[in-house]
């Protein structure tokens, strides 16, 4: 709150303080950005054909998403802003092999950042997702983990070292991981979509994103230094 006379003063303006509802230290919201420019003004979207629509964030949400709404291209257009440098995937990235490494382990493995294997619960084989997995599987983007793979790590007792005891798992749960790492998920997703994926670009939580309301009836995005309108 501001200064009241001789003391701290309670959420109002005292004297020789500050504005009401801001105390010391406390950031004053942004402000709004510019109107769009006049060519966007009175637009219909119903009318717009197809609709763009900008997708924050190249996990397997945003993928997902985009894989869903490219298979409408006569009613929209979506474009995924991911910030990867070199590919989406979010929890789903994996550290592939590179020539450029400088250690002959790092050129010969994939790691997993995040995820590491996927459960999937197979009693209603009508399920959606278990259909995608399917289909993961069957084109070679998902391999079946063996359950006797799937441990339990305990201390060890009385000394160093640790104990590894197999999870008994129901018939109906089952483990996947990407055949070339997790990333190979997000990367199938990408390759499945007809509209663009922009990497290495990052979109602000806090002021990256603003819709103007009618006579707009926009969004703008703040992304790679431009300023874009959907």
């Not at 996927?118 to 997995?133: A, G, I, K, L």
């Amino acid at each position: 709150g501001g200064r009241g006379r001789g003391g701290r003063g309670r959420g109002g303006r005292g004297r020789g303080g500050r504005g009401r509802g801001r105390g010391r230290g406390q950031k004053a919201p942004p402000k709004p950005p510019s109107p769009p420019p006049s060519e966007f003004l009175n637009r219909d979207p119903s009318k717009q054909a197809p609709t763009t629509v900008a997708i924050i964030g190249g996990g397997i949400a945003g993928l997902s998403c985009a894989a869903h709404l490219s298979q409408h291209p006569t009613l929209c257009t979506p474009t995924v802003f991911d910030t990867g440098r070199l590919r989406s995937g979010g929890r789903c990235s994996s550290r592939l092999p590179s020539k450029n490494d400088a250690h002959t382990i790092l050129d010969s493995c994939v790691y997993d950042h995040a995820a590491q294997l996927m459960t999937v619960d197979t009693s209603d084989p009508d399920r959606p997702f278990v259909n995608q997995v399917t289909r993961w599987l069957e084109d070679g983007i998902l391999t079946e983990m063996p359950p006797e793979n799937v441990v339990e790590i305990s201390p060890q007792d009385g000394g160093l070292g640790c104990v590894t005891t197999p999870l008994t798992l129901p018939p109906h749960i089952h483990f996947y991981h990407g055949e070339r790492g997790m990333n190979s998920i997000p990367l199938a997703l990408v390759n499945s979509l007809t509209s663009p994926v922009e990497q290495d670009v990052w979109v602000s939580p806090s002021n990256g994103v603003y819709y103007h309301k009618p006579p707009y009836h926009l969004w703008q995005v703040k992304a790679k230094k431009q300023t874009l309108y959907y």
